[in-house]
């Protein structure tokens, strides 16, 4: 059974910065794609960032430039940095890894940004 768990979450004022960081634990298949997710109260949930085990990254159009991520899918990490925060990126991020057959979800963390 592969866990994983995502930290880093928090408050933060409008232009500010934070930095989310993601490890899957348990059994350890080979992960091809790992990401973060993020669902806003009454919205659906959708794709912020991912990285291929190829280190190919794809952003939704709203982050781009402004949020970064990186990790290294073969030690189970990946990790969102977050900057020039507005307050419509607040919402619950989701770490997500694809293995062959499989996905995993994290729990979330809440990230909060006050205008």
């Known amino acids: 059974q592969v866990q994983v768990v995502e930290s880093g979450g928090g408050l933060v004022q409008a232009g500010g910065s934070l930095r989310l960081s993601c490890t899957a634990s348990g059994s350890s298949p080979s992960i091809y794609v790992m990401g973060w997710y993020r669902q806003a109260p009454g919205k659906q949930r959708q794709l912020v960032a991912s990285i291929t085990r190829l280190g190919a990254t794809n952003y939704a159009d709203s982050v781009k430039g402004r949020f970064t991520v990186s990790g290294d899918l073969t030690k189970n990490t990946v990790n969102l940095q977050m900057d020039s925060l507005k307050p419509e990126d607040t919402a619950v991020y989701y770490c997500?890894?694809?293995?062959?057959?499989?996905?995993?979800w994290g729990q979330g963390t809440q990230v909060t940004v006050s205008s």
């Open positions: 997500n890894s694809k293995y062959l057959l499989r996905e995993y």
